[in-house]
């Protein structure tokens, strides 16, 4: 029984011979090239994209036994999950297993693909800076942190099921035009879940990194970036953390040179910087992704952003 290919309302490729396949490709992921494996005849290719906060969700269908190679490195993190058909990664030797296991590509792989006929995939593309930037974000850390994914990962357990029950909430939301994430509503928040899945797959090398922090400063740390759109009090963060205040700024300074209300205010620029990275919010201004997150005086915003990031709000959206 064939598969139904998800997010078929986003679809924007159909295409019926390499060469379309390989042009449309070409101007949203890295260049690739495509064979048949096996016949020369019409081919039968579908492609689905959904551009969302921090990563791209999409889905594709080949009808054909089809070899996919990438004419250079991957720039991206790609996590392929096959619904139908096992994917064969020939660089790796790995293979994704449908409704089983899939594979993740990393930036730097030079990738070759098998994809069996009749095969039915979803995918999920993070660009490498955005996945630093959050790490840096999420677990407080001003280093640009090492990031190494598994290649091969189990979607029945652990960090893998629950990526695979995050994706399937997602495809769906994404398939009726009424949900609250088709809406915009909840897109951030459910793509911020999805982002930690493939963060907590760098554990060690995230905690490496931030193993300076005490269990105080890290339930400070955590409950401000759970809150982040929230007003915060020193107050608040002390009864939460169960630090006194006094303790919390000299922690907060001694870890991260800024005391935790500047800590507070550079992680909602993060999240601005973010926000005006993504494509899908070209639409939007900078002064309502701003607001969005607390900051509702355009020059005092600009001068702070400017001063931790070295260009301007509207540079960064530009670029």
């Known amino acids: 029984m064939e598969t139904k290919m998800p997010l078929q309302s986003y679809q924007y490729i159909d295409a019926h011979h390499i060469d379309e396949v390989e042009d449309a490709i070409a101007k949203v992921f890295e260049p690739r090239h495509y064979f048949q494996s096996k016949s020369e005849g019409p081919l039968n290719i579908k492609a ?15 009808g054909e036994d089809i070899q996919e190679i990438f004419q250079q490195p991957a720039e991206n993190y790609f996590l392929l999950a096959p619904m139908n058909g096992d994917i064969i990664s020939n660089h790796s030797g790995k293979v994704a297993v449908h409704n089983r296991s899939a594979i ?9 693909l098998s994809w069996p006929a009749d095969c039915t995939v979803v995918f999920v593309r993070i660009r490498p800076q955005v996945l630093e930037s959050f790490c840096q974000t999420y677990y407080g850390i001003s280093e640009t942190p090492e990031i190494i994914l598994p290649e091969h990962l189990d979607m029945r357990q652990a960090e893998g099921l629950s ?26 928040h459910l793509t911020e879940l999805l982002m930690m899945g493939f963060v907590n797959m760098n554990q060690a090398q995230i905690a490496g990194l931030a193993k300076g922090h005490d269990k105080k400063l890290n339930t400070a740390v955590d409950y401000i970036m759970a809150n982040l759109k929230q007003p915060l009090t020193l107050e608040e963060l002390a009864n939460v953390s169960g630090s006194s205040i006094r303790k919390l ?54 001068r702070e952003y400017k001063k931790l990031f070295g260009e301007s709000p509207s540079e960064t959206q530009k670029n």
């Open 249 to 302: 700024q000299a922690d907060f300074s001694k870890q991260f040179n800024v005391g935790p209300k500047t800590y507070i205010k550079q992680a909602r620029l993060r999240q601005v910087r973010q926000a005006l990275q993504q494509d899908n919010n070209l639409d939007k201004s900078v002064g309502d992704i701003a607001a969005e997150w607390g900051f509702f005086h355009a020059s005092h915003f600009s």
């Open 104 to 112: 993740i590509l990393s930036p730097g792989e030079m990738v070759d």
């Open 163 to 188: 990526l695979a029950n995050m994706i399937h909430t997602l495809t769906t939301e994404l398939e009726d035009e009424n949900s609250l994430l088709s809406r915009g509503i909840t897109s951030r």
């Open 48 to 62: 689905s994209l959904v551009r969302l906060p921090f990563l791209d969700i999409a889905s594709a269908h080949f």
